[in-house]
């Protein structure tokens, strides 16, 4: 037995030695460092972005001519696919990947050495992978969010599995969410109150309340419907055939106002990266702050779920539907005060400001289709106007994570992505939201319906079908670009100092790539929102 | 003595509840509902009544919250604390388990349509990593030093761990490699069954020879025939049972008397 064990003065040196670093796999599943955790994050998000992007090319090519192409095989595969996009575009990339870039990111920003229960946001971001995985295998299975034509008993299982795996990517959403909030509240760095919390942090902050008070309104759908399903009372949803209704129970989550939730962090990508390329502070930050508060009240939409009834034709729906747009374009000009008070140099902007103007963009021509959408005169709900609604949201709140994914990539990724390409992929992503989104408004403006696949009746509706297809195709060749980047930055690594663009806040304090527990020292007590534009202490003679 | 962030939340609390008042009364609110609740009479349209009366609520919530921990500034907390300065956050230590818990939360939903035992496995996971993960996250905070943190943990845990580990990787691969002989010819099961045991020798082989062989091989080695005896039992499994020879027809009709005779005695 002797033979096992080591001599003594071995043993001592060894429990004196710190423990062996171990990388590649073990981290992965083991870290507790929350850079390693967002990067899980951002990487299955960035994977799901260009699975989703693909299908949803597919389905736009479906859709030119229901009777002579036949993509998926038949009206019920057509709407699994359908709804898989739907539910993968904002629940599986577009959310995710704003988790990923505040678990990264948020931390350091309130100057904190960690995220807040970092074992908890593990196993948030293993659950999405987890969720997502079980979700679009089941989808692939025959199951999906319901069915347009009746399904077999093995597809019912797949439907039922399709519901709880989306169920599982709510709750791993939530449990991040709470991980990077109680962050903001509670790990703060000394002398930064709530007031001077950088946008991005905030807005994460809100967004992720309203995350948290929305989707376990959704997962409550979920279960009865569950329960339904495999009860085979058939309450609402056809059990045991289940039908649409099984979709339209939880359409809700990707209509207006909750959707909007989804892009509520662009408010803070954009109020980041602007006053640094401004070189100056943002003209109003409390502002600012409130505007992104306000935009998220707009977006708390738990209330309009249909379980009880339908809605959408009462006056707090067009309330909310027309308010939401306020925040949004203030908060535009907020930054576009910014950009005129601050020294913008003239030129090629960087690629990340085309990320963050352009989202908020797109986020205001979301929130202006959805102001026209809620008009009952116009009688836009149920038309392609949904998805144009939709996927102005989705592109906007995608391209507002990439833009910061390439402004914080030093920190994120410990280098610098091309400015070249992702100026062009960030340039065709919004031309190919502005595409998508406004054709599927004007298809809605002449009838054209949004679930089933049908022609329009007018040759104006075809058109803008056509135009949405080639909208798909150029969203598809921005990702495909912006990923390649990511990619090509990892081949050919670009050199990337600790703060390559002048940056305001704590983040930028920190080394490249960020060590463990970020800071080599405990930042000094902070005195505005943008700490590094603030004198050091000893300039005047030390702090009071 | 009241912060920034309180009398932001306690202002929109007021607000709001004004807001819900005035709101349920111009939607037809009866009597003093709209201010109790809609105990005594209707709070008018009761989804805007909800969603401000809701916010209210929950802004009170976080008034209360971030009232209690003084905006969260750690230099008003020091001040409240008579300390100099909080202590950074715990630093924590990697840990299988929170991986562990995601996959058994994954088998209790694929439990829910795939089948009761499925959905028991993965409750039997997520309660066992509830337990670790409890006893971890004490560890990392019962004294300041990280490897006195790790080995007092061990000393109460790994009692319980290794045994537990130990019968159930055997039972895993005890099930797994049965279900590979039984799918395998009778001669094949021979084989397989020598097979295996040669790999673990030559692994127990090796270990001995090579003692400070790099940690990432040794465990790649064991995941590699781990994941490999599994998937086939999974596999042969599937594929079913070898058909096994009977003794002609009695042994049917043996079964069948059996069975008749047991249905009869119930009845």
């Avoid at chain 1, 796999?25 to 699975?51: C, E, M, N, Q, V």
């Avoid at chain 1, 960087?350 to 959805?370: D, I, N, Q």
């Avoid at chain 1, 599927?440 to 040759?459: E, N, Q, R, Y």
């Avoid at chain 2, 799918?183 to 020879?209: D, E, M, Q």
Wanted: hydrophobic share 55%.
């Amino acid at each position: 037995m002797t033979m096992t064990e080591s001599p003594p003065s071995e043993a001592a040196e060894s429990s004196a030695a710190p423990l062996p670093a171990v990388g590649g796999l073990y981290d992965w599943l083991t870290t507790s460092d929350h850079k390693a955790i967002g990067r899980i994050w951002l990487r299955f998000g960035a994977l799901s972005l260009l699975f989703f992007s693909v299908i949803g090319v597919l389905i736009s090519f479906e859709r030119l001519d229901a009777d002579a192409i036949d993509v998926f095989g038949g009206v019920n595969s057509y709407f699994q696919m359908w709804s898989l996009y739907r539910f993968g575009i904002v629940l599986m990339v577009a959310i995710p990947l704003f988790v990923g870039l505040a678990t990264v990111i948020t931390p350091m920003q309130v100057g904190s050495t960690n995220i807040a229960f970092p074992r908890a946001a593990l196993a948030a971001a293993w659950g999405y992978v987890l969720g997502s995985l079980i979700t679009v295998i089941s989808v692939l299975s025959g199951g999906g969010w319901g069915a347009l034509d009746g399904v077999s008993g093995d597809e019912a299982d797949a439907i039922r599995l399709t519901l709880l795996g989306t169920g599982m990517v709510m709750v791993s959403i939530i449990l991040g969410t709470i991980c990077v909030a109680t962050t903001v509240v509670s790990l703060r760095t000394s002398g930064m109150g709530l007031t001077k919390v950088p946008l991005f942090a905030w807005s994460m902050l809100v967004a992720g309340s309203v995350w948290v008070l929305t989707l376990p309104v959704a997962i409550a759908n979920i279960a009865i419907l569950y329960i339904d399903l495999s009860g085979g009372a058939g309450l609402f949803v056809g059990a045991p055939n289940p039908s649409f209704d099984v979709y339209a129970q939880l359409a809700w989550i990707l209509d207006q106002p909750a959707v909007y939730a989804a892009a509520v962090p662009v408010l803070g990508v954009a109020g980041s990266i602007i006053p640094v390329v401004a070189k100056g502070r943002q003209v109003s930050h409390e502002a600012m702050m409130i505007l992104i508060g306000l935009a998220g009240l707009l977006a708390i939409g738990g209330w309009s779920q249909p379980f009880f009834g339908d809605e959408r034709d009462t006056l707090v729906y067009i309330a909310f539907g027309v308010a939401a747009l306020v925040p949004v374009l203030a908060s535009l000009g907020g930054n576009g005060a910014t950009l005129v008070a601050g020294e913008a140099p003239v030129g090629i902007p960087p690629a990340h400001m085309v990320g963050a103007l352009g989202s908020m963009l797109l986020f205001l021509a979301a929130t202006a289709a959805g102001a026209l959408r809620v008009i009952d005169p116009l009688d836009l709900i149920g038309t392609t106007a949904d998805t144009g609604v939709l996927n102005l949201v989705a592109v906007a709140a995608i391209l507002g994570a990439l833009g910061g994914w390439w402004f914080w990539a030093p920190k994120t990724d410990g280098r610098l992505f091309s400015g070249i390409q992702g100026l062009g992929a960030m340039t065709v992503l919004l031309l190919g939201g502005v595409l998508l989104g406004a054709t599927d408004m004007i298809a809605g403006f002449v009838d054209t319906p949004d679930v089933l696949l049908a022609s329009a009746d007018d040759s104006l509706g075809d058109a803008m079908i056509v135009l949405s297809m080639v909208g798909s195709i150029v969203v598809l060749l921005g990702v495909l670009g912006a990923l390649g980047a990511i990619a090509l930055a990892y081949v050919k690594p670009g050199e990337a100092d600790d703060d390559p663009w002048g940056g305001h806040t704590l983040e930028w304090a920190t080394a490249t790539p960020p060590p463990a527990g970020n800071f080599a020292e405990p930042p000094a007590r902070v005195r505005s929102e943008a700490p590094l534009l603030d004198e050091t202490p000893g300039d005047e003679g030390g702090e009071s | 003595m009241f912060t920034t962030g309180f009398k932001f939340f306690f202002g929109l609390t007021i607000a709001l509840t004004i807001g819900a008042v005035a709101y349920g009364y111009s939607t037809g609110g009866e009597h003093v509902g709209p201010v109790t609740l809609g105990w005594k009479g209707g709070v008018g349209d009761h989804v805007g009544y909800l969603v401000l009366i809701g916010g209210a609520f929950a802004s009170a919530c976080f008034a209360g919250i971030i009232v209690a921990f003084r905006d969260a500034d750690p230099a008003a907390q020091s001040h409240y604390m008579g300390v100099e300065a909080i202590a950074p956050t715990t630093p924590v230590t990697g840990s299988f388990w929170p991986v562990i818990g995601a996959f058994g939360g994954a088998a209790m939903v694929l439990g829910l349509v795939l089948g009761s035992a499925v959905f028991v496995l993965g409750l039997v996971i997520c309660s066992l990593v509830a337990i670790e993960w409890t006893m971890d996250a004490w560890a990392d905070r019962a004294t300041g030093d990280a490897e006195a943190n790790k080995a007092l943990r061990d000393r109460i845990m790994a009692p319980f761990e290794i045994p537990v580990a130990g019968a159930l990787g055997v039972a895993v691969m005890a099930l797994a490699a049965s279900r590979i002989f039984l799918n395998a010819t009778k001669l094949g099961a021979v084989v397989w069954a020598g097979l295996i045991a040669v790999i673990i020798f030559g692994l127990g082989i090796l270990y001995a020879a090579r003692p400070k062989m790099n940690k990432n091989v040794i465990a790649g080695l064991v995941l590699a025939v781990g994941v490999a005896v599994i998937a086939g039992g999974i596999v042969t499994a599937v594929d079913g049972q070898r058909d096994f020879e009977h003794h002609g027809d009695d042994h049917g009709e043996e079964h069948g008397e059996d069975h008749s005779e047991e249905g009869e005695a119930s009845e």
